[in-house]
C-alpha cells in the first residue's frame, strides 16, 4: 500500500513539473526525455534560414507588385488606344465616306519576300541554328506579325493626325536616376535613360532609332546611358562597360559607345588587344586607359547601375525611360517619336 501511494505521488510530482514548465515558459516544441525543446529554440536555430526566406519573400513581393502594376496599366492602356482607335475609325469612315473595312483593307499586313526572308535569317541565325528552309515558316509568321503590327501603327497614326486626340490617362512613371554618362542639352524637357549591355543585339538593333531620336529633337531630348552587362550571355559585356567608363574619364565616352557597337554587330569577340585597338580608334590615352582598367574603379559605377536596374524590375535589355515611364515591349523609330512627342505636349500643357 505505501508503495502505490509513492508510484501515485511520483506520478502526481511529475506531471505537475511539466504543466508548471508548459506555463511558466516559451511554447514547447517538443520533448526529448522529459526535457522540452522550446520555439524559441527553433527560431534561435534556424534564424539564419528563416531571414533568408523572409528576404525572398519580400523580394518577390516587390517584383510582383511591379509586375501587377506594369499589367494593369498596360490593359488600361490597350483598351484605351481601341476605343481611341474605333472613335477615330469611325469618325473617318464618316468623314471620307467609306466603310471602316475598306479604311483597314487600306492597312494590311504585307506578304515577305524570300529576299527579306533570307536576310532576316542571315541576321538573326545563331552557329547552331537549323537550315533556313526549315524555319522558313516561322520566320514568315514573325514577319508577318510584325507588318501587321506596323500596319496597325501606321493607321493608328494616320488617325490621330486627322482628328483631334490628346491622351489624358496617365502613365506609368519610376523613379529613374539619370546618372551616367548623356548626350543632347542638359536643360532638355525629356530624358530618355537606357539600361543596356554593348553585346547585346537587340540594344545595337535599337541604337539606329535613338540615334534618329536625337537628330529629330535636338533641343527637347537628353539621353542617358546607364550600364546593364550580362555576361552570363555576353562575355564581353563586362570589359566593354568597364572600358566604356573609363573612356567616359577622358570625355570619349560616346565615340568609344560606337565603338562597340560597331565591333559586336561584327560578331568580333573582345580581349585586351582588340580593346585597345578600339581604344585608340576612339582617341583615347593609352597609358591613362590602361591604368584606369587596372584600378576597377568602374565596378562600382556598374553596381550601382545593376542595383538601380533591378529595383526597378528591369529583367533584360535594353530597358528605356522616357521621364520616368518603361517604354516595354519593341521600340521603333515611329513609336519613340510618338512618346516624345506626348511628353512634349503633356509638358506643354502643364505650364498653360
Not at 499586313?109 to 528552309?133: G, I, V
Not at 546607364?226 to 568597364?242: C, N, T, Y
Not at 580581349?271 to 583615347?284: K, N, P, Q, R, T
Not at 515611364?325 to 521600340?331: A, D, K, S
Request: proline share 6%.
Amino acid at each position: 500500500m505505501r508503495q502505490s501511494h509513492l508510484v501515485a505521488l511520483a506520478g502526481l510530482l511529475a506531471s505537475w513539473s511539466l504543466s508548471s514548465i508548459a506555463s511558466s515558459s516559451a511554447p514547447i516544441a517538443a520533448l526529448v526525455d522529459g526535457q522540452p525543446i522550446s520555439v524559441a529554440d527553433v527560431d534561435a536555430k534556424a534564424s539564419a534560414d528563416l531571414a533568408r526566406e523572409d528576404a525572398n519573400f519580400n523580394e518577390a513581393q516587390r517584383r510582383a507588385q511591379l509586375a501587377h502594376r506594369a499589367t494593369v496599366q498596360a490593359l488600361k492602356e490597350a483598351t484605351l488606344d481601341g476605343l481611341i482607335r474605333e472613335r477615330s475609325l469611325a469618325a473617318e469612315a464618316k468623314k471620307t465616306g467609306k466603310s471602316a473595312e475598306e479604311i483597314l483593307a487600306g492597312h494590311s499586313a504585307a506578304e515577305p519576300t524570300d529576299d527579306e526572308m533570307r536576310a532576316y535569317y542571315k541576321a538573326n541565325a545563331t552557329p547552331s541554328a537549323p537550315p533556313y528552309e526549315q524555319v522558313k515558316s516561322v520566320i514568315r509568321e514573325r514577319l508577318m506579325a510584325e507588318s501587321r503590327q506596323k500596319a496597325e501603327a501606321d493607321l493608328a497614326r494616320e488617325l490621330r493626325a486627322r482628328h483631334s486626340v490628346e491622351w489624358r490617362l496617365p502613365r506609368e512613371r519610376l523613379d529613374v536616376s539619370p546618372d551616367g554618362p548623356a548626350r543632347g542639352p542638359s536643360d532638355a524637357v525629356v530624358t530618355l535613360v537606357e539600361f543596356a549591355d554593348f553585346q547585346c543585339p537587340y540594344c545595337n538593333r535599337l541604337e539606329p532609332v535613338i540615334k534618329a531620336a536625337m537628330s529629330r529633337y535636338p533641343k527637347q531630348l537628353k539621353h542617358v546611358y546607364r550600364q546593364l552587362p550580362i555576361p552570363q550571355l555576353h562575355p564581353g559585356a563586362q570589359l566593354a562597360a568597364q572600358a566604356s567608363l573609363c573612356a567616359n574619364e577622358q570625355n570619349l565616352f560616346w565615340p568609344m559607345h560606337d565603338a562597340f557597337f560597331a565591333f559586336f554587330a561584327g560578331k568580333g569577340t573582345l580581349d585586351l588587344e582588340s580593346l585597345a585597338m578600339l581604344g585608340e580608334a576612339s582617341g583615347l590615352e593609352p597609358e591613362a586607359f590602361a591604368s584606369c582598367l587596372k584600378s576597377g574603379k568602374a565596378d562600382g559605377i556598374i553596381a550601382k547601375d545593376a542595383a538601380d536596374a533591378d529595383r526597378l524590375g528591369v529583367d533584360g535589355t535594353p530597358a528605356l525611360f522616357l521621364n520616368g515611364r518603361p517604354l516595354r515591349g519593341g521600340v521603333s523609330e515611329d513609336s519613340l517619336n510618338d512618346a516624345i512627342d506626348e511628353e512634349i505636349a503633356r509638358i506643354a500643357r502643364s505650364h498653360e
